[in-house]
């Protein structure tokens, strides 16, 4: 089962879910209300982890998730019911497990694999994470006078341009950034000189809203899936 | 020039800028508990000058040690100011040219237990059988397999102490809808407290009658602690792990089998030094404060970007 972890009005999920059901693959979507909620079980031992997550009397094991997309806003709190002491350690516990399931738990990819650093809200994770593709990139990180901005995605495997120009780059760099951090979606803000090079990473967001073009938003979800087997047909 | 940064409401910075003065080093510090005296970083180019709590912004900065202070409240004002200089302090180490001691930005590790447990069981080490679950049911099934007695404890940093699974508590487990926890297998035998200091390390025993020897230190009660010997090799690789998580100091428990077999239950990025070092006497502040020398001793102060 792919997991799309994320709300409901997410329209980058939405477009995941049809394209994975498009592809046979069997989808589970649940907000952040509903995760952090769901019966979980993790466990270590000699072998490898493995555990399950149970939500409306539905059981999923995790050896049986093909994928996750994590798209959580982090906004999430314990009932009223509780002191503002006992809601914030409740909340740490349920992130602190949330981590472990997904990043001990999970063999099958997941999309974003954030550091610890995300899921702590570190403001410091964003600008690290533009300055290190910078450096991986070998560009500046303010625009040369005379370039021109330009915004790409990178979806899995691929980086797509939300307009007319191509991701100019080549070589290895990307894709081993990719590895090292876990970033599979992210919308990069650049400057192209004018011979249409990059000359510049201006910004970095691991977390974008979903693209307002419907087109965008499929193609994103078509390369996203594609460098993953979810289990459908295609 | 060493920097310290930490608070003087914790044990640690006060015993180790009492140590650095001792050996006669150079060293500067910075409180975050001292909301009376602040500082500001500033900005020129490449380096950065530390102004406030008798940082001038002129001398060249070799290592830095740090361990953030903990809120121990929630008044918002306090929360608010304490966060702030924090932050400002991570980005200014996360650009630190020079030795920091630990990184922040890798030391979350052991903000999820069970990940970090994870984590250390593909290096190599052997963890206890552990069941991280807010299922009534499963912690029960986990609970009966177990041929011996089993314990619980938080899944996150904060900190809770181990307490054994017994009829007194069981009832308990109706509360586990609320957050999830950790169940293990309760290793027999005693405790072992490694703390790795750069290449080098020191192995404490300690053994007491609690499920958690730090809640019967707390209480006052006995709690046995002195060096300890370790297994061929295991030092080595608590130093090897310890830099693969991008850290230079750890302190990790492992509980000691009767027959030897060293069992690891987490790896703390920063380590209460001084706790350990009181219960066993041995030297742990003043091989930190040397080793922070060493590291300050081999600097370049032409080059260096924090200047306090």
Redesign the interface.
């Known amino acids: 089962m792919l997991l799309l972890l994320g709300e409901p009005d997410d329209a980058l999920l939405t477009a995941l879910a049809e394209e994975a059901s498009r592809r046979g693959a069997d989808v589970g979507r649940l907000d952040e209300a509903a995760l952090f909620s769901a019966?979980?079980?993790?466990?270590?031992?000699?072998g490898a982890?493995e555990?399950h997550i149970?939500h409306e009397e539905r059981r999923l094991a995790l050896s049986n998730v093909t994928g996750v997309v994590l798209r959580l806003p982090l906004s999430w709190w314990?009932d009223d019911g509780?002191s503002?002491?006992d809601r914030?350690?409740?909340r740490?516990?349920?992130?602190?497990?949330w981590?472990?399931m997904i990043?001990?738990g999970i063999r099958a990819p997941v999309v974003n694999d954030f550091?610890?650093?995300w899921?702590?809200s570190?403001?410091?994770y964003r600008p690290?994470l533009r300055r290190s593709l910078a450096a991986a990139l070998q560009v500046a990180d303010s625009a040369p006078p005379g370039s021109r901005r330009t915004e790409y995605w990178i979806a899995g495997e691929a980086v797509l341009a939300s307009s007319g120009d191509p991701w100019p780059c080549t070589g290895p760099a990307l894709a081993a950034w990719r590895a090292a951090t876990g970033m599979g979606l992210a919308r990069l803000d650049c400057a192209l000189d004018g011979d249409g090079r990059l000359a510049a990473l201006l910004d970095l967001d691991p977390f974008p809203p979903a693209p307002a073009d419907g087109a965008l938003r499929a193609e994103i979800a078509a390369a996203l899936l594609g460098g993953m087997d979810v289990g459908g047909r295609a | 020039m060493i920097l310290v940064v930490g608070s003087s409401r914790d044990r640690v910075y006060p015993v180790l800028t009492g140590r650095l003065r001792e050996a006669g080093a150079a060293f500067r510090t910075l409180d975050e508990d001292d909301g009376e005296h602040p500082f500001e970083i500033l900005r020129e180019g490449d380096r950065r000058r530390i102004l406030g709590q008798g940082c001038t912004g002129e001398a060249p900065v070799g290592c830095v040690f740090v361990r953030h202070a903990v809120a121990r409240t929630?008044d918002p004002v306090v929360t608010a100011r304490l966060g702030a200089w924090q932050?400002a302090l991570?980005?200014l180490l996360?650009e630190a040219d020079c030795p920091v001691v630990n990184p922040p930005?890798h030391a979350?590790?052991n903000?999820?237990?069970?990940?970090q447990?994870?984590?250390l069981?593909a290096a190599g080490f052997v963890?206890?059988?552990?069941?991280?679950?807010?299922?009534r049911d499963?912690a029960e099934a986990?609970a009966a397999a177990e041929p011996g007695e089993v314990i619980f404890k938080?899944?996150?940093?904060?900190m809770t102490l181990a307490q054994v699974l017994g009829p007194e508590n069981v009832q308990r487990l109706a509360h586990l809808?609320?957050?999830?926890?950790v169940f293990q297998e309760r290793i027999p035998g005693h405790d072992v407290r490694v703390h790795v200091i750069g290449t080098s390390w020191i192995a404490t025993r300690l053994a007491s009658g609690d499920a958690d020897y730090r809640r019967a230190a707390f209480a006052e009660e006995a709690v046995e602690a002195g060096p300890a010997e370790l297994p061929a090799g295991l030092g080595e690789r608590c130093v090897a792990v310890t830099r693969a998580l991008g850290l230079r100091t750890a302190g990790l428990d492992f509980r000691v089998e009767p027959d030897g077999r060293h069992v690891v239950l987490e790896l703390n990025p920063f380590p209460q030094f001084t706790f350990y070092e009181r219960l066993g006497g041995q030297p742990i502040t003043a091989a930190l404060a040397g080793y922070l020398m060493g590291l300050d001793a081999a600097a370049r102060p032409e080059s260096a970007r924090i200047l306090v």
């Open positions: 019966g979980i079980a993790l466990r270590l031992g000699a982890p555990g149970l314990p509780f503002l002491k914030l350690f409740i740490h516990e349920t992130v602190a497990a981590i472990a990043k001990s550091a610890l650093n899921w702590l570190d403001p410091l690290d | 929630l932050v991570n980005a996360a930005g979350f590790s903000y999820a237990k069970v990940y447990l994870a984590l069981a963890v206890p059988r552990t069941l991280m679950t807010n299922l499963a986990f938080g899944a996150s940093n904060m809808r609320h957050a999830p926890v």
